[in-house]
T-cell receptor, first 116, second 113 residues
Framework: AQTVTQSQPEMSVQEAETVTLSCTYD???????LFWYKQPPSRQMILVIRQEAYKQQNATENRFSVNFQKAAKSFSLKISDSQLGDAAMYFC?????????????FGKGTRLSVIA | DSGVTQTPKHLITATGQRVTLRCSPR?????VYWYQQSLDQGLQFLIQ???????AKGNILERFSAQQFPDLHSELNLSSLELGDSALYFC????????????FGPGTRLLVL
């Protein structure tokens, strides 16, 4: 079974600075999908960014980008120009490439605080 | 707004009772997933339906059941509730092509007293 590990339970960053959240995963599959979700105090799960394993190019969405290292099974999230609204729990998630839809496997999350 | 709706938003009930949580997926999405988020267990997959049929089961207790109706909305039934069932229950839906990204509803907060 696949597992996802987020080794940093908590992180903090100064407003306008850059922070990187770590995520590693364990899988024997060669193709899969990776996601970062944000959960603010409202508890809503919001998709931040997604990456297909067969694509070498790292995904980018505005201030959010990933560093995808397939051989190392690492999928870190970089947040640039951090804003107060970025404060939230961040979850890394893995999905198998099964032709049918498959559930997400989540890490335990990293709580990010943004300091003004 | 993800387009996935869940009702009710909050539910307070007593041990031993039964409750039903409802989810409507995004328009056009055939897959519905249920997840449980508790303080000590993180986000756990419970069950998945695709176009009315059960597709995958995760760590779902026998006291819990679900179904997906012809209009594609889904219901999660929780019975003989225990204190430990208190959690945030999410429904997510996904498309049938491409990345099949899952979009989450706002969740139902269940408190069992």
């Amino acid at each position: 079974a696949q597992t996802v590990t987020q080794s940093q339970p908590e992180m903090s960053v100064q407003e306008a600075e850059t922070v990187t959240l770590s995520c590693t995963y364990d899988t024997s599959e060669s193709d899969y999908y990776l996601f970062w979700y944000k959960q603010p105090p409202s508890r809503q799960m919001i998709l931040v960014i997604r990456q297909e394993a067969y694509k070498q190019q790292n995904a980018t969405e505005n201030r959010f980008s990933v560093n995808f290292q397939k051989a190392a099974k690492s999928f870190s999230l970089k947040i640039s120009d951090s804003q107060l609204g970025d404060a939230a729990m961040y979850f890394c998630a893995y999905r198998s490439p099964n032709s049918g839809n498959t559930p997400l496997v989540f890490g335990k999350g990293t709580r990010l605080s943004v300091i003004a | 707004d993800s387009g996935v709706t869940q009702t009710p938003k909050h539910l307070i009930t007593a041990t031993g009772q039964r409750v039903t949580l409802r989810c409507s997926p995004r328009s056009g999405d055939l897959s519905v997933y249920w997840y449980q988020q508790s303080l000590d267990q993180g986000l756990q997959f419970l069950i998945q339906y695709y176009n009315g049929e059960e597709r995958a089961k995760g760590n779902i207790l026998e006291r819990f059941s679900a179904q997906q109706f012809p209009d594609l909305h889904s219901e999660l039934n929780l019975s003989s509730l225990e204190l430990g069932d208190s959690a945030l229950y999410f429904c997510a839906s996904s498309t049938s092509n491409g990345l099949k990204t899952q979009y989450f509803g706002p969740g139902t907060r269940l408190l069992v007293l």
